[in-house]
């Protein structure tokens, strides 16, 4: 379909080793978001890209999690020396224009679980 | 910096019943989106409301912004079984990208 895709899925890695996790927004779209969503809670938010632009990485945790859309399309979040709070499902989303009344198309997320 | 609350955290109905979900705030909103995210997928946007003391209506579902745009609602008559789900709400404010989501309102409709 034309919707957002997130790859893997789902990501078991152990304490320690560095993931990388991947989304494809809907061709065209400016805006893109990344949140960490935690069980039992509503999506956090990491990170923020205006084409290839990082605008916002306030919601970043700690210096391990670096975020980077190099050709203003694809996304990639990298996690280095996980740890198990770094738990937890990540979103990206997609808007099609800048301004902050824009729907959000999100994808279905990446489970990521720590060991 | 802004709390959010989003009330009630679960809630289990009968099909056929009504309810209501709040999502309050200490702070003034530019605008509000509301949510519905299924277990394993992202949320999808129901609805965005700009204006303060605005209603929107979606089928069976009824969304209100408060005058003082500091609260909204959300009302669904006659609940389905296919309308389970986490109900989200997520405020801006202006001259910021982010939303803030609430912690939710986890619903469900027996049949």
């Known amino acids: 379909g034309a919707g957002v895709s997130q790859s893997p899925r789902y990501k078991v890695a152990k304490r320690g080793q560095d993931v990388a996790l991947r989304c494809d927004p809907i061709?065209?779209?400016?805006?893109l978001f990344w949140y960490q969503q935690a069980l039992g809670q509503g999506p956090e938010f990491l990170t923020y890209?205006?084409?290839?632009?990082?605008?916002?990485k306030s919601g970043l945790p700690s210096d391990r999690f670096f975020a980077e859309r190099p050709e203003g399309s694809v996304s990639t979040l990298k996690i280095q020396r996980t740890q198990q709070e770094d738990s937890a499902v990540y979103l990206c989303?997609?808007?099609?224009?800048?301004?902050?009344?824009?729907?959000?198309?999100f994808g279905d997320g990446t489970r990521l679980s720590i060991l | 910096t802004q709390l959010l609350e989003q009330s009630p955290q679960f809630l289990s109905i009968q099909e056929g019943e009504n309810l209501t979900v709040y999502c309050n705030s200490s702070?003034?909103?530019?605008?509000l989106q509301w949510y519905r995210q299924e277990p394993g997928e992202g949320p999808v946007l129901l609805v965005t409301?700009?204006?303060?003391?605005e209603v929107k209506k979606l089928k069976r579902l009824t969304f209100q912004f408060g005058d003082a745009r500091k609260d909204s609602s959300l009302h669904i008559t006659a609940a389905q079984p296919g309308d389970t789900g986490l109900y989200l709400c997520?405020?801006?404010?202006?001259?910021?990208?982010?939303?803030?989501f609430g912690t939710g309102t986890r619903l469900k409709v027996l049949a």
């Open positions: 989303a997609s808007s099609p224009r800048t301004g902050v009344v824009q729907p959000q198309h």
């Open positions: 061709s065209g779209h400016v805006s």
């Open positions: 890209f205006q084409n290839e632009a990082q605008l916002d």
């Open positions: 702070s003034v909103f530019s605008s």
């Open positions: 409301v700009v204006t303060g003391g």
């Open positions: 997520a405020p801006t404010t202006s001259g910021t990208y982010k939303y803030i």
